[in-house]
């Protein structure tokens, strides 16, 4: 399939699920993930209008930036080692995976502009899902706020593999309450609007308990492109 084909009936599908709850779709930002795809792939997904694009390793980010650079916006999704900060971070416009203290203080060091970040939660508590646990969110940005070259731009999570609507609501509801509480907090170095929630399997969902970035690799560049 196209991206400019699955990108219409993502669109379509993205306009119902903001129709069920009166949001306006221009408020979600599709990450296109092009982390199993090539380069050729990557260009096609560019030409579609996919101007925000994620990426969940260092290589494969690099290899990705150095072909088409500033010309989109990147957000860097995946787990992140420290001693790799160093190679990504003026180049990425967004981290969506800060998860420890440590990582904060790399990124502290080595932005040389303030880096939007998202603080990832593990709400589903899955033993194999990175994520700062959600009672511990708010003392986690609370500590952040030393580091001056960082701002929590939102929260961000991965929802279980699963059909079982009513649990991915669940999920997605406690990120959104998790961010409302943040927000409610009005600290200066954490805004916090934003959700990153929503894959290829459950972006409805997601979208239906208020992302507002969904990120979207298999259903829309496809696997193996
Ligand atoms: C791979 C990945 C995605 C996209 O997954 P799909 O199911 O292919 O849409 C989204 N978020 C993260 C963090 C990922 O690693």
Known sequence: MDVSQNLTEIKANIEAACQKNNRNPEDVTIIAVTKYVTIERTKEAINAGLLNLGENRQEGFIEKYNHFGKTVS??????????????????????????????AKE???????????????????????????????????????????????????MAPHSDDKALLHKVFSELRELRDKVKQRNYRHAPCNYLSMGMSNDYEVAIMEGATHIRIGSKLVGENM
């Open 74 to 103: 990147w957000h860097f999704i995946g787990s992140l080692q420290t001693r790799k900060v160093k190679d990504i971070i003026d180049k990425v416009d967004y981290i969506h995976s800060l998860d420890r203290l440590s990582l």
């Open 107 to 157: 990124i502290n060091k080595r932005a040389s502009t303030v880096m939007d970040c998202f603080v990832q939660v593990n709400v589903s508590g899955e033993e194999s899902k990175h994520g700062i646990q959600p009672e511990n969110v708010m003392q986690f940005i609370e500590e952040i706020s030393e580091y001056t070259n960082i701002r929590i731009v939102g929260l961000m999570t």
